[in-house]
Nanobody, 123 residues
Framework: QVQLVESGGGLVQAGGSLRLSCAASGRTFMTYTMGWFRQAPGKEREFLATINWRGDNTNYADSVKGRFTISRDNARNTVYLQMNSLKPEDTAVYYC????????????????WGQGTQVTVSS
């Protein structure tokens, strides 16, 4: 399995932006569908976005569509999540994940997870 390490989280004011990165180990990174999820205190982990191995097909949750952008750089074994117009309700631990499934969308489709990075949005 691929090992994943997220970075880029922090404290930001409402309306601000952050870019999360997820660095993957292994030479097979480009074969994986990559996803971003988040989990707020007391809530279930939720899907945010996925991107296919070529980077030309993305999917987003309605809650972040138009504000968040997922991208990947296969040469750097890295996937990104650009987050704009952040809201206090975006506060959560953000996780990246990898899946062998082409159409991976749900938590159960992803077999490799990072440790998470905290994002806190102040009002």
């Amino acid at each position: 399995q691929v090992q994943l390490v997220e970075s880029g989280g922090g404290l930001v004011q409402a309306g601000g932006s952050l870019r999360l990165s997820c660095a993957a180990s292994g030479r097979t990174f480009m074969t994986y569908t990559m996803g971003w999820f988040r989990q707020a205190p007391g809530k279930e982990r939720e899907f945010l976005a996925t991107i296919n191995w070529r980077g030309d097909n993305t999917n987003y949750a309605d809650s972040v569509k138009g504000r968040f952008t997922i991208s990947r750089d296969n040469a750097r074994n890295t996937v990104y999540l650009q987050m704009n117009s952040l809201k206090p309700e975006d506060t959560a631990v953000y996780y990246c994940a990898a899946s062998y499934k082409i159409a991976a969308m749900i938590i159960g489709d992803f077999g490799s997870w990072g440790q998470g990075t905290q994002v806190t949005v102040s009002s």
